[in-house]
């Protein structure tokens, strides 16, 4: 009997990310609080705000209508799925602060776009020449992707730091030192 490995186990925030239904209308949708016997609207309204890292909700709710317009431009193919996935990542994210919110908000549609991308690439269809035009487009996407993480980091203090090694050389007098690496070019090399 095969079993599987026991779940991961990462850090779970103090709070659960707020979650939110998706309501067709006359002129489009509504995107409402979903609401629990934990959670009442206020609480809501904090969890909200602090998924992006701001206490201004007119931020928040931008910032949210921004993302949720670049994954789903057409309002009438709007999901909770996709939304509450919004919410989530931005929790998991855990911006700090405004600019960290609309850095994460840029690396979730980033992340998307490559993912479509690289779906539009291997579809059995795909011709070999949008195949390589999506390859390429998935590949500047997860590189703006890198890019952005670096940036989060980076403004987070968490930049990558670089390793120097001194190392002492002495050179006796009338020696002779090469710094630098050499190498040995085998034979036939003219020495």
Do not use: W
């Amino acid at each position: 009997m095969i079993t599987s490995p026991p779940p991961l186990s990462l850090p779970l925030p103090a709070t659960s990310a707020p979650r939110v239904r998706v309501r067709q209308t006359e002129g489009g949708h509504a995107v409402e609080p979903v609401l629990d016997e934990t959670l009442d609207l206020d609480e809501f309204r904090i969890r909200f705000v602090g998924a992006f890292g701001t206490t201004e909700q007119i931020i928040a709710e931008a910032l949210f209508q921004q993302v949720v317009n670049a994954l789903h431009p057409d309002p009438k193919k709007l999901l909770d799925a996709a939304t509450n996935l919004v919410l989530a990542l931005l929790h998991r994210i855990g911006p700090r602060d405004e600019l960290e919110a609309m850095l994460a908000s840029q690396m979730i549609v980033a992340h998307v776009a490559a993912m479509d991308a690289s779906r539009r690439a291997l579809h059995v269809e795909q011709t070999a020449g949008g195949r390589a035009a999506y390859l390429g487009l998935m590949r500047k996407l997860m590189t703006l992707f890198t890019a952005q993480m670096d940036a989060l980091n980076r403004h987070r203090g968490k930049g990558t730091t670089q390793k120097i090694v001194i190392e002492r050389v002495l050179v006796a007098p009338g020696a002779q030192a090469i710094v630098g690496a050499v190498a040995n070019g085998g034979p036939g090399d003219g020495g």
